[in-house]
């Protein structure tokens, strides 16, 4: 099967959907959209405009990250101590549970506006709502990362891993979105070392790699970004 990912290379919705693709030994060739643009041949595939999308073959297409999780839970034929959704209906519901808390409150309390205020607005025309970071957005970002990031840290002293005994989407999900974080330095390590240490063993899977590769253009990653040994 011939995979597109239409997505951003610092879209963590993107990221968890190269993530899972990875860690499934799927290839998919990889288009980058600029949303702003409103591209007619993106809109066609996903009249929301929005990343990621994977398109399976023309006029099939998976938009967002719960959604391409959910074709491949449907679709996947390996056991089940070997997916990424397990077999226990309530470690399934806690899987779900926390792609929602990621995708949805994280993004919309840190990794979405740490983005598009340091990255996208860099790149995106002033027409569009490109120009100065807003500061408020970013204050109020860097003060929400540190309770999520204790989070995390209790999810990872439970269990072996954030949803139970078995890596999942959840462990993913939240990796996508701090991968994002931790590019603009953003992440405040010291105050959590259990978080750190979980984020260290999710980020040494070589489905991470390509991930650790991306950059930004006129922006080095902060110290800990690529280093697995943080």
């Given at each position: 099967m011939g995979l597109t990912l239409h997505h951003r290379?610092?879209?963590p919705h993107s990221r968890f959907v190269r993530l899972v693709l990875a860690e499934r030994g799927l290839d998919?060739?990889?288009v980058e959209e600029k949303p702003w643009e409103r591209r007619t041949e993106f809109l066609r595939i996903n009249p929301e405009g929005t990343t990621p999308v994977l398109e399976l073959s023309e006029g099939v297409a998976v938009p967002g990250p719960e959604g391409v999780a959910g074709w491949l839970d449907d679709t996947d034929t390996l056991p089940f101590d070997r997916r990424l959704m397990?077999?226990?209906?309530?470690h399934r519901i806690e899987v779900r549970r926390l792609m929602r808390w990621f995708h949805g409150?994280?993004?919309e309390e840190v990794?979405?506006?740490l983005v598009e205020e340091k990255i996208d607005k860099r790149f995106i025309p002033a027409e569009y709502g490109g120009g100065a970071p807003n500061t408020t957005a970013l204050r109020a970002a860097r003060a929400n990362i540190r309770y999520h990031l204790a989070y995390v840290g209790w999810l990872a002293a439970r269990s072996d891993w954030l949803a139970g005994p078995q890596m999942s989407y959840a462990d993913l999900a939240a990796?996508?979105?701090?991968?994002?974080?931790d590019y603009l330095g953003e992440v405040p390590w010291n105050d959590d070392a259990t978080a750190r240490d979980w984020y260290a063993r999710v980020k040494s899977r070589p489905s991470f790699r390509t991930l650790l590769n991306d950059r930004v253009v006129g922006m080095q990653p902060s110290a800990s970004y690529a280093d697995l040994d943080f």
């Open positions: 290379f610092f879209c998919a060739d990889l397990p077999e226990a209906i309530l409150k994280f993004f990794s979405g506006p990796a996508a979105h701090l991968s994002v974080v």
